[in-house]
């Protein structure tokens, strides 16, 4: 077996033992969508997302989203508001209670997963994909590779805080004060998001609040 193989049927049993862990840490009633739709609310950071922008984020129509929503509301996950021509959806305590129990079980089994992995077999990875060599943020290991898949996943992680969050780069004792600067980089590069745009998490706290200067003018 190549170490190509090993490493493709390392990913397929990562994939398997994920969807297990789903199955054993998620309610059943997770299905049609609403757990998609409820890590786009959370991960929204006030817990509330328009219609429009969840059909932004998942890609979905309008109506799909509506249909979702109500199936969650009726599990008792949200709330639905109906403002003049708005659909507003809002985790209730008992949606926020269960996505964050799902999102710690997928936390906790890639972390086993990627334990579990030979030497041998992350070399391989590497090899394949190089990016998952280079360290972004030093103190937990977190490569670009791994933050690359939190900011191109179903769920996209679009902030600093979200990067955080989802891949751990700013978890460690310099809390983001040597990544930080990468990770924005990487937000602006891959998502296409002007670095002035970029947020630390809620709305309103922008990263960067002007361009900067050199020689006195401005850097572009």
């Known amino acids: 077996m190549s170490e190509s193989t090993k490493a493709i049927a390392s990913l397929k049993k990562a994939g398997n033992y994920m969807k297990l862990a789903m199955r054993k840490n998620g309610p059943r009633s997770f299905k049609r969508g609403q757990g998609a739709l409820i890590k786009v609310i959370y991960k929204a950071g006030e817990g509330t997302l328009s219609k429009d922008d969840a059909k932004k984020a998942l890609g979905w129509r309008g109506r799909d989203v509506r249909f979702v929503a109500k199936k969650a509301a009726d599990n008792g996950y949200l709330t639905i ?28 089994v890639a972390d086993e997963i990627l334990a579990g992995l030979s030497d041998e077999e992350k070399a391989a990875l590497i090899a394949k994909d190089p990016r998952y060599g280079r360290i972004i943020c030093r103190c ?3 490569t670009e590779g791994e933050i690359l898949a939190a900011l191109h996943s179903e769920v996209p992680a679009t902030t600093i805080d979200g990067v955080k969050r989802r891949a751990g780069a700013g978890m460690g004792r310099c809390q983001g004060g040597f990544c930080g600067p990468r990770v924005l980089e990487l937000i602006s590069r891959e998502l296409g998001i002007d ?12 990263v960067l609040l002007s361009e900067t200067k050199v020689g006195g003018k401005n850097n572009g």
């Open 140 to 142: 937990e290991t977190i």
């Open 81 to 108: 508001d109906k403002p003049k021509n708005g659909f507003l959806m809002t985790l209730t305590d008992l949606g926020c209670e269960v996505i964050k129990k799902r999102l710690e079980a997928e936390d906790k």
């Open 195 to 206: 670095p002035l745009d970029i947020l630390q998490d809620k709305n309103g706290s922008n």
